[in-house]
């Protein structure tokens, strides 16, 4: 495993006030030279303490402890029990040794032997604060924790959960406080709601008197084993405009007491991060992108893409260490926190090389795909075939779980130049691979199989190809050219549920093959996006349809449900008029390039729905996901500042040139669930988003910005250098809030209801927002204890409340885009309470017909 070492830490979002613990330094002894800046502990044995660093975990006590600390972490010397009001930091004599475990009961100073009991004890409490605030553990560590302390089995305790953070919730009005592993120990956060006040924070120190500040207005707290030293909190700040850093200073408040002041009008939140989960850049000096991702069951991502970078991370035991020349192929594996490494590998020769797919099987088998320009990409004995062909050669690889070995490698190409874009593994190891054939105007050399749909290359210069290998790698099951006398480019793929390869693309003449009774069978002019269906055998096409308009529309990405119903995303430039369904989300076309995200049936005769996303400038998509409920989440870049972002969203302004996207559109098509922004000062590109089975997404791609929006704790926060690969991860919805049921539309899409904040006790900045209602029209803010599993039909609309629980109703009015907005604070004390919203809306003559009603969908909100 491989944590990148911290080059400074950046807190991410509104404002964060990082005083730490771990960002302690704490030099022991009279005689240790200069004191030391940056966010570390001295340790007894260096090695050991930070391999304890890298796996820190917030140990639930169930029990097995009988001292009162609700959580306990260990990191080397030091170990902190979570208390109440605060905790306590236990810290050892680094010049001698140690032999208290690091598993089983955790002893106080007080009870440990002679050879260890050189040590301190320190209780940071936060005064006049919440009694009992909520203590809310996040990201579950990996591995149970089992504890069989004496001869009493009721006192044993199996299966002991360990988080990587712990949330103080509400330890003041408007104000949390989080620990967490940081790049070298235990640190602690500040989150401020907007209107709350940082002068309530008052942390007495118990152990360490004489508080003093250093000259660079660091924490000093005097010990007998020496100063613990805490450097000045960092903060920043948050609005609409962007985030700024402010100004922020420890102030004493008496020989054992200390504060916080900070540069701040308490109009934006204090690091109110409503989104990211965690972010980090991969990357070094050179050109380095990711091309795709993959999340397993238990929340880690494995990433492939290109890196120029010789000194790429790569870790201990890796396949390959050492970088071949050019640009080679990575493969990377994040734990599910993103703060860890836990392999990176090359794969590559001498030419270009780069990674385009990933596809993790249930075995956690890693197979990856692209193209190599290099005659000796690593290939292994007995594989379909070890020569490299033509200019370009798709390659298709298998890789252990850990890679560290290659299972089986195989070009597979012609006298051309052929990439493959993505690659899906069947339950029986059958690997299918799918991408384009071409730069030659007569590629008689590709490989295809007796029997296959099209053993002929059809194009001037380029066709789509699907080729199929055996599990082993040896032999291809099919292989087939799609195309007509154009240039045919297959850009996405996935399997149908009976193994069927559907793809999409874009073609660009009439002979492109299409199918009888399908959704669009001519083809419309310039690019047309397609999407086409290969059986099984790779023999005869299911179907096959043409999407677009006499413009240039293009398919870039596509995935296909359980029943064989297949959405596509792609970008149009709008000429002639893409085709939208009735109740789009957006049916009218912005500028420049937009993008579309569509759904055909499992027989490719009808458009389920299509809508289009966009502003006035260029937009494009290359990454989708589906979740359960039939929704899609899609990811892309953007140059477009009116780009449609949602209420509440992380980001809802265009940070620099050209920023990633994430939007989340409906079942239906007409309803933009949640959309946001990510990005820095300059260029960014998302290439491809998964979902995880918690909800969250995780986004990869590449950005040039030293400040794409990194967290504190994440495996690398700081910029590379040229463009570094970017992996996000993120939840749509805020915390503490579900949809549920759908809207009845007025005359624009869905009708939608958005949360403005997390739903925390306490909070202020808590409340609602309502877009697609009918123009200066009249509704109603419904409040309900209890919501229903179908809906009552009343007025014409979808009633998903209990009527006999509806507790309150305000009106509303809705401005002239179909807008509205209002604050619905949260008091304190109300954790655990759950509520349910609709809005009710009277529709216009002009908006769904005068003396006729709409409604928004559901949200379900649990105080947290």
Known sequence: MLRKPSKGTRAFAAITLLPAIGLLAFLPGENRGPTRSGHDLTPTHPQRTMEALHRLSFVENRGQWEFPARFVARAGPMTAFLEDRGWVLTLEEPTLASNVPLAGPLPLLDELPAQTRRGVALRMRFENGCEAPRLLPRNKRPGPNHF????????????????????????????????????????????????????????????????ALGPDGALIIPTALGPVRQPPPDAWVRSPSGEREVECRFVLLGPDRFGLVAAWD??????????????????????????????????????????????????????????NGNSDVFVCRLDRTGSTLLFSTFVGGSGVDLGRSVFLQMNRLITIAGYTASTNFPTTAGAFDQTHNGSNDCFVARLTPAGDALLWSSFLGGNGSDTVRTVRVQANGET???????????????????????????????DAFATRFNAAGNKLVFSTFIGGSGVDYALASDLGPNGEVIMTGYASQNDYPTTKGAYDETWNGAFDAFVTSLDPTGSKLLFSTFLGATGNDIGYALAVDSKGVTTIAGETDGRGGFPVT???????????????????DATGAKLVFSTLIGGTAFEGADGLALAPDGSTIVSGDTQSADYPVTPGAYATTLSGLRDVFVSHVGPSGGLLAYSTFLGGANHEWGYAVTRGTLGHVTVTGRTLSPKYP????????????????????????????????????????????????????????????CWKAPPLSGGAYL??????????KVLGIDLWLNPATILLMLPLVSDSGGKTSFKLPLPTGTTGLRFYNQVLWANTP?????????????LEVNIQ
């Not at 789009?584 to 993008?595: E, H, I, L, P």
């Not at 805020?734 to 049921?741: I, M, N, T, W, Y």
């Not at 002009?846 to 559901?858: E, K, L, N, Q, V």
């Open 432 to 462: 299918t691979v799918m991408g384009v054939v071409g730069g030659v105007s007569n590629n008689t050399t590709f490989p295809t199989t007796v029997g296959a749909y099209d053993r002929t290359f059809n194009g001037s210069s380029q």
């Open 582 to 600: 009735p109740g789009a989300f957006q049916s009218a076309f912005k500028g420049s390039r937009d993008v579309f995200v569509a759904r055909v």
């Open 783 to 792: 409040f309900a204890g209890s919501n229903l599993s179908a809906p009552l």
């Open 846 to 858: 002009t908006c769904g017909g005068a003396g006729t009603f709409s409604m928004s969908d559901g």
């Open 148 to 211: 069989f302390l004496g001869n009493d089995p009721q006192k044993w305790r199996r299966d002991v959960p360990g988080y990587a953070s712990v949330r103080y919730a509400g330890i003041y009005p408007g104000i949390d406080v989080r620990l967490r592993e940081g790049a070298k120990g235990l640190e602690y956060d500040f989150f401020l709601e907007p209107g709350a006040d940082l002068s309530q924070v008052v942390v007495r120190v118990e152990g360490g008197r004489d508080l």
């Open 266 to 323: 308490g109009t934006h939140p204090l690091f109110v991060d409503p989104a990211i989960i965690w972010s980090t850049f991969v990357g070094e000096e050179q050109l380095d992108q990711g091309w795709s991702v993959a999340e397993d069951l238990t929340g880690m991502v494995t990433v492939t893409g290109g890196t120029a970078s010789p000194k790429f991370p790569t870790t201990t035991g890796a396949y390959d260490a050492t970088h």
């Open 710 to 769: 990194t967290t504190a704790g994440a495996y690398d926060t700081t910029h590379g250098g040229n463009y570094d690969a970017l992996v996000t991860r993120l939840r749509l919805n805020p915390d503490g809030v579900r949809r549920f049921g759908r809207s009845t539309p007025a005359c624009n899409g869905d009708v939608a209801l958005y949360a403005l904040a997390d739903a925390k006790a306490g909070s202020t900045a808590f409340g609602f927002a």
